[in-house]
């Protein structure tokens, strides 16, 4: 499916994923990459979707400037309905390609790319990275959540729809080592959160 018509179709229903797999807060990626965030941090969420990561930052953390940017109308929509309902001053939404951005060089002190790296073919990952290391500080951090498979017996069964429902790429993105996958793009880990059904990884630019 063109992936303009899967976001436009996962648009209505997205969230539901927020309630089945991220339900219980304290061991979610969303508390994770939260946490993650210093209070006076310019934010960036890369292919924000319904931008849940960045509303509850934008809501929480006040002196944060927090803007999202997402491709798809769809899910921008849902995501500025929620914003309004908030009523938070410090997030704005815009409609931007993650591959080629409005932003100068240097700009952000954590870009979070959440859910987004293992739907889409690995060209377009690897421009994305490319264009998240350009508008990062130097002494910035890159916040990616990912799906991971559990070994719980009951967790695998209710993960069975996401590995039905995800594009191609996931197959084999999941099973990735992601320390030397982000080594290709100049990028380190330098630590990794095991949370419900995902993992939070933050990176920092090998070079500094
Ligand atoms: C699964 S959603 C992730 C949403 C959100 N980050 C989260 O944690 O729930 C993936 C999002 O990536 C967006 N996306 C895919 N390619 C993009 C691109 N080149 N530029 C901007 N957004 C893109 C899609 O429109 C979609 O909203």
Redesign the pocket.
């Known amino acids: 499916m063109d ?1 303009k018509l899967f ?1 436009k179709a ?1 648009s209505g229903f ?1 969230d539901l ?1 927020d309630i089945v797999y991220f339900r219980d807060y304290e061991n979610s990626p969303r508390k994770a990459v939260f946490e993650s965030i210093g209070n006076t941090e310019k934010v960036l ?9 960045a509303l509850k930052i934008a809501e929480l953390k006040p002196l944060s400037e927090v803007i999202g ?4 109308k769809d ?1 921008l929509k849902i995501a500025q309905g929620k914003a309004e309902r908030s009523k938070v001053p410090n997030i704005k939404l815009y409609h ?4 080629n951005m409005r932003f100068h060089d240097k700009f952000f002190d954590k870009i ?5 790296l293992h ?2 073919e690995e060209d ?1 990952a690897g421009k ?1 990275l490319a264009e998240a290391k350009r508008v990062l500080k130097d002494d910035g951090e890159i916040i990616v ?1 990912e799906w991971e498979k559990s070994r719980k017996l009951f967790c695998r069964a209710v993960f069975l729809p996401i590995e039905i429902l995800e594009p191609k790429p996931f197959k084999s993105f999941i099973k990735k080592d992601l320390y030397r996958y982000f080594e290709r793009y100049g990028l380190k880990v330098v630590s990794e959160v095991h949370c419900d059904y995902s993992r939070v990884l933050k990176l920092k630019k090998a070079e500094y």
């Open positions: 992936s976001y996962m997205y994923i969420d890369l292919c924000t979707g319904t931008a849940t990561n940017i997402d491709l798809s899910m931007m390609d993650a591959t979070l790319l959440s859910l987004v739907e889409v377009l994305i959540t």
